[in-house]
């Protein structure tokens, strides 16, 4: 079993779509949990940041964790064609060492 | 202010070659991280080295692979007798302190191909 679950997709939504995107763990020391947007043949990038459990919200973007289920999820609303990309979930439980799901491919259709 | 420079972007060596992968971090940064990404996986930690010291290389294999960041120059990633698994995208990241989590910039990545 995986560390860290993720659905490649790939999943397609129509502009102004909400997207919703998922990861699941397995290892429970894990406290701080990460959303990246990797564009092709690009290195990712830093989305979204979540220490502990609870829901942090950031313009269009908002992520979720629930560390009872071990659980997160990362919701796009009013996407954009721009917002077309591979989304990795990550986490860690110390500073340095991270986790990552294998990136779910996204496509919004204008 | 530039951002993480990999070089080169594109590397195809034949088996049983040498490779040598550069990350230049960001200016003021003194804390490089080695992630490796195979096809249809998520990245995976390799090594975290701040200036002439290795931290952490749990993530490394323990034969062929290894890694430095000197006190001056660039961090290098040095593979040595390439095989065709080594075919991958290898990423560094930089950081001003020992936080990947939230201070560090990735570069784009260097693409090895083992032919």
């Known amino acids: 079993q995986k560390e860290v679950e993720q659905d490649p997709g790939p999943l397609s939504v129509p502009e102004g779509a909400i997207v919703s995107l998922n990861c699941t763990y397995s290892n429970s020391a894990f406290q701080y949990f990460m959303w990246y947007r990797q564009y092709s043949r690009k290195g990712p990038e830093l989305l979204m940041y979540?220490?502990?459990?609870g829901n942090k919200e950031d313009g269009r973007f908002t992520a979720q964790v629930d560390k009872s289920s071990k659980y997160i999820s990362l919701f796009i609303r009013d996407s954009q064609p721009s917002d077309s990309a591979t989304y990795l979930c990550?986490?860690?439980?110390?500073?340095?060492?991270?986790?990552f799901g294998a990136g779910t491919t996204v496509t919004v259709r204008a | 202010n530039a951002g993480v420079m990999q070089n080169p972007r594109h590397l195809v060596r034949r088996r049983g070659q040498e490779a040598r992968l550069r990350c230049s971090p960001m200016?003021?940064?003194?804390?490089v991280y080695w992630y490796r990404q195979l096809p249809e996986e998520g990245l995976k930690f390799m090594v975290y080295l701040q200036k002439e010291n290795i931290i952490d290389e749990s993530g490394m294999p323990k034969e062929r692979f290894s890694a430095e960041f000197p006190k001056e120059g660039p961090s290098i990633l040095r593979i040595q007798q390439v095989v065709r698994g080594d075919s991958a995208a290898y990423f560094c990241a930089s950081s001003p302190r020992g936080r990947i989590d939230t201070e560090a910039f990735f570069g784009q990545g260097t693409r090895l191909t083992v032919v």
């Open positions: 990550a986490m860690s439980s110390n500073d340095y060492k991270l986790s």
């Open positions: 200016k003021g940064h003194s804390h």
């Open positions: 979540t220490y502990s459990s």
